[in-house]
């Protein structure tokens, strides 16, 4: 009787066992078919902009379009189109635009866009090359940098822009005075712009 005892006990506990291991294994299964894994909420949030290209830090956002602060002819076709200049109250300025190719043919983007710094001799492809000039104040604004030296830009972009194509940009740089509205924008193979800073 003892015996007959053990061995009933020991098919339910090995029973229990069993629906307990379908019962988690099922759970896991759910988990991962509902989209609401941990894992598949890491990569959606991989995917959203943070620093943008960092791209140096900073989100990178397709221009707003419909406004145009400024647009200046360069080389070969190209115009450069400055779509918005704000203030932020970190102490920043964000200017964005696009880089639009006009021409027959692709151009390629040269290495002084990137500015002539030893520092980003190595660096990627960026817009560090773009100062904003306080002309009142007679200071000069270069691109920021994050804790690594990278610049705060729009970098690693195609060597080239197509014929057709744009290169939507941003850069950002330390704000001026309160009181400074207007600076002169200077980027390489670009004339002279003034833009009108808001915020």
């Known amino acids: 009787m003892t015996a007959r005892y053990v061995r009933k006990a020991r098919r339910t506990g090995v029973a229990a ?7 988690f294994s099922a759970a896991a299964c ?3 078919d509902d989209g609401s ?22 989100s990178e956002t397709t221009p707003d379009a ?3 602060l400024t647009t200046v002819k360069g080389d070969s076709g190209l115009e450069m189109v400055i779509n918005s ?5 970190g102490g920043f300025v964000t200017v964005n635009g ?5 021409g027959s043919e692709a151009y390629t983007t040269p290495v002084q866009w990137g500015g002539e710094e030893e520092a980003l001799a190595d660096a990627d492809r960026s817009f560090a090359g773009m100062t904003l000039v306080d002309s009142k104040a007679k200071k000069r604004y270069y691109v920021l940098r994050d804790t690594d030296n990278r610049p705060l830009t729009t970098s690693g972009y195609s060597p080239s822009i197509e014929s057709g194509s744009a290169l939507t940009f941003f850069a950002q740089f330390p704000a001026p005075e309160p ?3 207007e600076v002169g924008l200077q980027f390489p193979g670009f004339p002279n712009a003034t833009i009108e800073i808001s915020g």
């Open 66 to 68: 419909s406004t145009v």
């Open 179 to 181: 009181s400074t509205h």
């Open 85 to 89: 200049a704000t203030r932020d109250s």
């Open 98 to 102: 696009q880089i639009k190719n006009t």
């Open 17 to 23: 066992l069993l629906v307990a291991t379908l019962a």
């Open 30 to 32: 759910g988990g991962d």
């Open 37 to 58: 894994g941990k894992d598949k909420g890491t990569s959606k949030s991989a995917e959203s902009p943070d620093t943008g290209k960092v791209t140096g830090g900073a």
